[in-house]
């Protein structure tokens, strides 16, 4: 054994013991961490404040009487507390996040700064237009960004995130068939079978029927089976473009003349906008509206589920039944248009649907697409474009060596793969997916879009090196060469590294749980 | 480009792997004579570059804290500790997706189940999501959860809630053909909801406390409603006031929903926000957004999953409860961290501080002539009734750099009456020099 000058042992041994059970069930730098309400004080709190006079009351007579019951831990004990979760969390910053559909690109943190700085950060949403015209400024070029990539001529700013955008843009579909007397008529909107959930279910909160279209063999829509469904009941389309099978509609234009043929709308599901910014401008292919996700396309992060924004671009026709509130210049300064019948005076938006969100939208996150945008430029968005799409082929192209994509051509900024490489191997795409959480990856989006069977999306982002594609693909590839030769009990046990094993889903939806409550007094009296 | 890791080099090897000639070659299912339009947009720039015109932007707002700052209405100015700012930023929250992998997900699905305990033992209800996008979207989504329990098409507003909020849900009720009946603004909190209540009524919908500030006594109204048939819906703008006041629960809410950015969250000029959505257990499978749930592992150790999701759009597409996937993931863990930071004991005195603050302000400023202050009750934010146009005195505060409050007009441009209100609101951020400077400068101005 080798020893330093105080006698401390500096070479590893060779005793191999697994599994070893610690006493605190910890694992080195995975540490159990209980609730707050298990260990926190209930009398305890982590902030300094001075002592209220006291002296004054006017509640009407509403005082709380009876306790919160929420614990306060000091500030080292708070800290602590919420690291060691985060530490069981897996993040873009760790490893590649593959879902497909979700975009998770790099976050750049000069976004972060700038939108901290104090004249973002700590501006009220309702002070004086005179004290806010930076903001106001801010919001009018991120709104020309916008409306230049799309090539559309108006966007509202407010919508909170991807699927509220949706309901911007159906909202204004539904307003301008209403204002030609059609509201009665045209009920029914399209969206083919690949769709992201959210769309019918827009569809559906705008109170409109949906007919679903089949996707063609190719995985993109069946244009005969879509053109059956035309008639003079379609209020619009939703379309997302590229499509959720990763692959560019490439009757796009044929689809939109054929809706506006019948008199309806063509709504484009801008989630997947980052295959085709700085490339291609919407507004060339006959959309009427569409959401660009901030948080997609522009990197703001995901914040482990939000939030988001959701601006929605609208075309000639759309435009003036887009929301309140919007920017507008005037007399030499940035002016805010409030209310519909505001909007009715300036004659832009002049039949506004109405507003969507209290105040003027997610302006954190414009502050942070508007810093992304100017960072890398046009050019460097068409650059972020093209390594996307050439991340996901490369990744394509790579994998069919052992597994199956499910169409036959090129894909633009995600790939799709099908099941049928699992084929009578007993394991299935969450197995899959579960084994690759050991290798350090975070999964693709699995079993969506639902066209495909046990599909696995993968969407590398252009934020991957050639170096973490490459060890991402080869372990993909001796995955899926360890599922053919049989390995199926270690699939389905995938996976055994993470901060937990496998949880029971069913469970948790048969009896929700959704918070903690105090042990019963019998207990607690012990 | 710095955020492009790959080079020239990489990116012809992997056309070479690929088979395709050029990259363009990956996009020939674009028509061609839509690939490669002309934009008007410059080139990137170098990080200091971007930093510089940014910069010039913010350097054109007055931030809150650079002075006497008064504005409330529905977003608020309060202290954030930096801890809540370093756990938000930790690459691990803030670069995670929804957690749809909870064994590589602990982390955030652990804080949004502390997140709705939280809000439920706030909000005195039983139940809680893991967020909303903001108060007023909830606010919208509540009443169209309370018209599928309800199976009824009208909607009550009261003229206390914040007008914003209101036509946020007029607009979500409309859409689909449904009355929204909005009673008229009401600045003392006399309006008489329980007369407007009848029998197509889902929902009647009460701000507490209102958007003029007063405290409102929800029992009175959430009996009228519910002998009706009808739901409550309480709103709260204001969180810290639940650490003085009653909860909406224990006043007999069915649906509380709250602006939650007033724990944890920059005002940020209006988003991004948290919504906080609670209401009772037998409602819990008609509520919108994620939930999240407790499990156990294959090894039965205790772990946190989204659950109930055949409620989401995801799973029931066009039947589902709501279109809502992304929510307020980041802000509702700048809530939980800061309430962790608070507990009650912190949050208690908190809200005494605010009250202390808006009694003080009040006082000072209805010892200037021609000002009146127009509530009996009130928390942290109160209105008065000018003797001139509020829109003008603000203005003319704003150039002496006092942030003075919001003038009825703002909030109500098409209400003659509200032309001279002006709703003031004082937290814990406001100084006793702030009150001074702010009603020697209104005595000026009126």
Redesign the interface.
Known sequence: MTMNTQGRPTRANDVMVSNVKTFT?NKALQIE?P???EF????????D?????????????????????????S?PE??R???R??????????GP?P?GS?T?K???R?N?????????????????E??????L??IDRLAF?LK??T?MPAVAMSP?????G??CGM?AI?AAISARGEGDKRTHVLAPDSA???N????????FK?DSIPVDSGGRIDHEALVEKLTDEVAGIMVTNPNTCG????D??AIADAIHDVGGYFYCDGANFNA?A????PG??GVDAMHLNL?KTF?T?????????GPTVFSEALAPFA?VPYVVFEDGAFRLV??R??AKKTGQCAQS?????????????F?RA??YM???????VR??A??A???A??V???LKAEMTPAFK??C?HEALFDDHFLKDTGIETIDF??AM?DEGF??MTMY?PLVVHGAMLIEPT?????R?LDLFCDALLSLAKRAKSGDVDAFK?A?VY????????T???RR?????TPPAPAEAAE | MRYLPLNDADRREMLKTIGAPTIDALFDDVPDDALHPSFELPDHKSEFEVERMLGAMAAKNRAAGAGPFFIGGGAYKHHIPATVDHIIQRSEFLTAYTPYQPEIAQGTLQCLFEFQTQVAALTGMEVANASMYDGSTGCGEAALMARRIKKRGKALLSGGLHPHYAAVTRTALELIGDHVAQAPIDVNASEDLAAMIDDETSCVIVQTPDVFGNVRDLGPVAEAAHEKGALLIAVVTEMVSLGALKSPGEMGADIVVGEGQSIGNALSFGGPYVGLFATRQKYMRQMPGRLCGETVDAEGKRGFVLTLSTREQHIRRDKATSNICTNSGLCALAFTVHMTLLGEAGLRRLAALNHEAACKTADALSAVSGVEVLNTSYFNEFTLRLSKNAGEVVDALAAQDVLAGVPGGRLWPDVPEAENLLIVAATECVTDEDIATFAAKLREAI
């Open positions: 069930g961490e609730l707050i309400f926190g004080d209930f009398h305890g709190t982590g902030v404040l001075p002592e209220p006079e006291g002296k004054t009351d006017r509640l009407g007579g509403l005082n709380r009487q009876a306790a919160v019951g929420l614990p306060g831990l500030e708070t800290m507390h919420y690291v979760l985060s530490q069981k969390n897996y993040a873009i910053d760790m996040f879902l979700c998770m790099h976050n750049p000069l972060e700064k700038i939108a901290r700085l104090p004249g973002f950060a700590d501006l009220h949403p309702l002070a004086p005179s004290a806010a015209q930076g903001a400024e801010l960004w230049e990539l090539g909170k995130a991807g699927a509220h949706e309901l909202m539904k992201h959930g959210t019918p279910a827009t569809a559906a909160q705008c109170g949906v692959l560019f509609e490439r796009i234009r085709i700085g490339k291609v401008k060339d292919l948080h990197s992060p995901h914040g482990g589920g939000g939030p988001g924004s929301p409030e209310t019948r505001a649907f109405g507003r969507m969100t209290a105040f003027h939208g997610q302006m954190g996150m502050v508007l810093v100017k960072s890398h430029g046009v050019d460097g650059q972020a093209e390594d799409v050439l991340n082929n490369y394509l192209a790579r051509d090129h633009m997916a579960k959480i975070h999964p969506f252009e934020s991957e090196s050639k973490e046990a996976p993470a901060p937990r094993r496998r949880l029971d889903e469970a948790a939806a929700p749980v959704l918070r903690w």
